[in-house]
């Protein structure tokens, strides 16, 4: 047995800080924007590498709000994919601008900077990479386009804490970006969160006020905004578990190199798709998604043995029946409609061991070896 996910796990291994951090709150009675959120947006800053961080209410809520910071609203059209998880697309509705979707690069599966341009409008106000998987988005030709046509660059990092693109963070490229902190992350909470970090003091500012109806004091709004705040035993959760992100990121690194190691001959012999990791980015393997053609099939038969997979995502956004009115039809984007035809994600978490690891890729050898 192997399963997706387990989150006791962790837990297990960090056991007494968390509780020592639960009670720490719990005894201080202040639950709402104190002293934990404070020390945590302070570090989680640093650990991007970017002036600021604003802790708010989940990773939807931060691109929401970020997107708002940013003055973009009704009449205004955002470039982001449709191979992503549905928020990214959600959040650009609920600051009320409409989403525009590009197709993915073949290799890296996030936006496919070629097909960016094509797309631009006179209103089109910004463009939304996702460093989906936890591989940074090849942010240099987006910030280039940026640049030409005064566009805003939004990063969505829900899956990338700690990855870097040339040697620095995801998340210190744009104008401002959006992290998650839901329980299954690199970094998660255990209930929902999220962050928007920008290096901008204005931008900062702005999403400060817009996350507590708009207060910059008590009671009196100075914009119009709404409730979307990190709580502080998530803060105090975060904090704990942010002193062991780079050893976790560590330790996910070293699953995808034994993953590769044992599953190389399965990529050569039989047309398994593995990960690709850029020269120039630091992957953090949100996930470890490999690809096949027999996607469905090879699934059952991991589900047969005990080992849990999951499909990031099954059905591409503008496929989706809630979406169907954003007019893209079938086979509009034939790379991100192959991608939700053939991933499948492995089980990726730090406290997997070698032997699990094995496990899983001889299970992958059987379907085609037809032993087992
Ligand atoms: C998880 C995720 C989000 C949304 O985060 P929530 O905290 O669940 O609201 C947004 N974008 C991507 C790419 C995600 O994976």
């Known amino acids: 047995m192997v399963p997706a996910f387990d989150l006791r796990r962790q837990y297990k291994n960090i056991r007494e800080e968390m509780d020592q951090a639960i009670a720490r709150v719990l005894e201080r009675g202040r639950f709402i924007l104190g002293e934990e959120v404070a020390a945590f947006e302070r570090e989680f800053a640093a650990f991007c590498g970017v002036a600021h961080a604003v802790g708010v209410g989940s990773g939807t809520e931060a691109l929401h709000l970020a997107l708002r910071a940013c003055g973009i609203g009704p009449g205004d059209e955002v470039i982001?994919?449709?191979?992503?998880a549905v928020a990214t697309v959600a959040a650009i509705e609920l600051a009320g601008a409409r989403p525009v979707l590009v197709d993915g690069d073949p290799r890296r599966y996030t936006i496919d900077p070629t097909k960016v341009e094509e797309?631009?409008?006179?209103?089109?106000?910004?463009?939304?990479?996702?460093?989906?998987?936890?591989?940074?988005a090849d942010m240099e030709p987006l910030l280039e386009i940026a640049r030409r046509h005064h566009l805003v660059v939004i990063e969505d990092c829900a899956q990338a804490h700690g990855a870097l693109y040339k040697g620095r963070p995801v998340g210190s490229w744009g104008d401002i970006a959006a992290f998650s902190f839901y329980p299954t992350k690199n970094l998660g909470a255990c209930g929902d969160g999220g962050a928007v970090v920008t290096n901008d003091p204005a931008l900062a500012e702005r999403v400060r006020l817009l996350r507590e109806y708009g207060w910059a004091e008590r009671y009196v709004s100075h914009i119009r905004g709404l409730n979307s705040r990190l709580d502080e035993l998530q803060a105090a959760i975060l904090r704990v578990k942010l002193r062991h992100l780079r050893a976790w990121n560590e330790r996910r690194r070293q699953i995808a190199a034994l993953y590769r190691e044992h599953l190389a001959d399965a990529a050569s012999r039989w047309g398994l798709v593995l990960p690709e990791e850029p020269e120039d980015a630091r992957h953090v393997y949100h996930l470890y998604v490999v690809r096949h053609l027999r996607r469905d099939a090879l699934r059952r038969f991991l589900e047969e043995r005990g080992i849990g997979t999951l499909i990031h995502y099954p059905v591409p956004v503008h496929l989706q029946p809630a979406y169907a009115d954003l007019g893209y039809p079938a086979g509009s984007l034939p790379v991100t409609e192959a991608l939700s035809r053939e991933v499948v994600s492995l089980p990726m978490y730090p406290e997997l061991t070698d032997e699990e690891v094995q496990m899983v890729s001889e299970a992958l050898h059987a379907f085609w070896e037809g032993t087992s």
């Open 119 to 136: 797309r631009i409008t006179p209103s089109t106000r910004a463009i939304l990479p996702v460093h989906l998987y936890g591989c940074p």
């Open 80 to 84: 982001t994919v449709s191979h992503t």
